[in-house]
């Protein structure tokens, strides 16, 4: 055998390269073993020793020879003369030359079975080692991750075994929706025998961890008829499981844009309704809970009905945390287009302001049954807002409704656009908080007499005045110039 012993001293690294004798002249590229090692300890800088040991079996005859050594202080040792050391293992090995001459690899195999397989075995086992320990410090990482989610979240309140057999292991047929998130899937629990949608959130999903611990933090603490109620959570590898009250009729959206939808079409009570109730959330979000609730990302596919046709609120991915009486402190822009106030789409910076602008593009929304942005019959688009102020400007702003209401009450219409382009004008101050639109749906409140006059759309309301009908937290509403802007 031919063993080349390279260290670097100043890397600190020990190579050592192996091939079989006569077989190449030449050093092979890839040492067998590279490690580091500081061997300075036993390197002295002025004197070094080197020699050589060996050892047998004490009942296999064999006998160990050097025949033919070089060492080299710094660089490359001097090649050995190969022809030389032929001649020496010819006259002074008879008995290894005896034991090739009757048995032609028997010298191959006795080196293979006492250098290289004990060598590879060793390798394999110190890496096998190192693997384990790279599991170990995973599986600890894994484990102390979980323990501080728990902490702050609480406890998972399902496992991945109940949700898999609740959904009979997540099969097309129980798909009830899909989205950039991941999809959406109807499943009976298999203890309470509830129905539950099930909100699969895949790995390359754009929504992230962040987004889902902010649904478990939000919704697992918020409880009213107009919010979707969480039940709980899962996390299993890299799958992250939402449970939420299951929503038979689907999404608002569905109803209002779909082509061919399998139930009839909505009324004006059940718009009515279902927008009374979108307020009703928005307000205990802005203004009755414990702490202000920002969405950021309210629109109609947001909006659930349950089995008796009543709105809810859903998809809290987005939404952010901030005391009464302090700011928000999101500083980037979230929402979908069409939704978004120009402020945010300016600043970036969401606030109650732009809950209700969006709110205010909702309720236009389930009137007029169009997009927030369309394209009219000249391809060119329109945002909704204009498209029913021009309506208004024009004489008559019902003109703007859904052709397919045919039995609704034109003051409650009215009532609706106003307060939608209310809620949805380009200044924030301007529009109304949620407590104050509360009492308009309600008609605890009129509309301002100077903004019912569809002919100015040029309107002065004393800001003392609306503060008297508002709580300190609601914007100052100065309406000035609402057909400006747009």
Not at 68 to 79: I, R, V
Not at 158 to 170: H, M, P, S, V
Request: aromatic share 8%.
């Amino acid at each position: 055998m031919q063993v080349w012993v390279d260290y670097d001293s100043k890397q600190t690294l020990l190579n050592v390269t192996i091939a079989p004798y006569l077989s190449s002249t030449t050093k092979p590229s890839r040492p067998l073993l590279s490690v580091p090692c500081d061997l300075s300890f036993v390197l002295p800088t002025k004197q070094v020793y080197a020699g050589f040991s060996s050892t047998t079996d004490y009942n296999t005859p064999s006998k160990h020879d050097i025949l033919g050594w070089s060492f080299k202080f710094n660089g490359e040792a001097p090649a050995l003369n190969y022809s030389a050391l032929s001649l020496m293992t010819i006259q002074e090995q008879p008995l290894q030359q005896d034991l090739t001459h009757h048995h032609p690899h028997s010298y191959k195999l006795t080196l293979m079975y006492k250098v290289l397989l004990p060598t590879i075995a060793i390798s394999i086992l110190v890496s096998a080692a190192l693997f384990s320990v790279h599991k170990i410090k995973k599986r600890l990482q894994a484990r102390r991750i979980e323990q501080e989610r728990q902490r702050e979240y609480g406890p998972p309140s399902f496992t991945y075994k109940d949700l898999l057999a609740a959904t009979n292991g997540f099969k097309d047929k129980m798909l009830v929706g899909k989205g950039g998130f991941g999809s959406v899937y109807r499943g009976v629990m298999p203890n309470s025998k509830q129905m539950a949608a099930i909100k699969r959130v895949s790995p390359e999903s754009k929504q992230g961890m962040t987004e889902f611990m902010a649904e478990i933090v939000i919704l697992g603490h918020l409880r009213h008829r107009n919010l979707v109620q969480l039940l709980g959570y899962c996390c299993h590898k890299q799958q992250l499981l939402l449970v939420y009250d299951y929503m038979p009729n689907g999404s608002l959206d569905s109803y209002l844009h779909a082509q061919h939808h399998n139930t009839t079409n909505l009324c004006w009570a059940q718009r009515f309704r279902i927008i009374k109730g979108v307020a009703s959330g928005l307000f205990y979000l802005h203004e009755d809970w414990e702490q202000v609730v920002i969405h950021r990302d309210i629109k109609t596919s947001n909006v659930l009905l349950d089995g008796e046709m009543n709105a809810r609120l859903g998809d809290f991915g987005l939404a952010r945390l901030h005391d009464h009486g302090a700011d928000a402190h999101t500083t980037h822009v979230a929402g979908t287009w069409g939704y978004i106030a120009p402020e945010l789409a300016r600043l970036g910076k969401a606030t109650k302001a732009t809950d209700i602008f969006a709110f205010g593009v909702l309720m236009i929304e389930v009137v007029c049954a169009k997009r927030p942005i369309w394209v009219n019959s000249h391809g060119e688009p329109v945002a909704l807002a204009d498209w029913v102020l021009a309506a208004w400007r024009g004489g008559s702003i019902t003109d703007a409704v859904d052709p397919r209401l045919d039995d609704y009450l034109k003051e409650e219409i009215e009532l609706v656009l106003k307060l939608g382009l209310l809620c949805s004008h380009p200044s924030p101050n301007v529009r109304p908080c949620m407590r104050l639109v509360m009492q308009y749906l309600q008609r605890d409140a009129p509309l301002p007499s100077d903004f019912q006059s569809n002919s100015l759309l040029t309107v002065g309301v004393g800001q003392d005045k609306m503060h008297d009908q508002c709580d300190m937290s609601c914007p100052a509403t100065i309406i000035t110039g609402l057909s400006k802007g747009r």
